[in-house]
């Protein structure tokens, strides 16, 4: 899979680019590998992922002052919708 490749951070491309570029890959090797006992990697590769894709995202601010406040909010508006 080539995930490192998709997620270039310094590509240039749209965050959500990106995402939509990701998703298809991401359901195929899911599905492929669903009858495997393979959560923990599941779970590495997310962490990886979101590592690799808030690179991209501080990547594309480029206001190295407010990002701090922008991630935060972020990481605030993910776990108020996780909530629901």
Do not use: C
Not at 13 to 19: D, F, G, S, W
């Amino acid at each position: 899979m080539q995930l490192k490749a998709l997620t270039k951070r310094n590509g240039g491309k749209p965050l959500q680019r990106v995402i939509k570029e990701l998703n298809p890959k991401l359901r195929g090797f899911s599905q492929y590998f669903r009858i495997a006992n393979a959560s923990n990697e599941f779970k590495k590769l997310a962490a990886w992922l979101r590592r690799r894709l808030r690179s991209i995202q501080l990547r594309l601010w480029k206001n190295q002052v407010g990002y701090t406040a922008d991630l935060s909010n972020l990481v605030i508006s993910h776990h108020l919708s996780s909530f629901k």
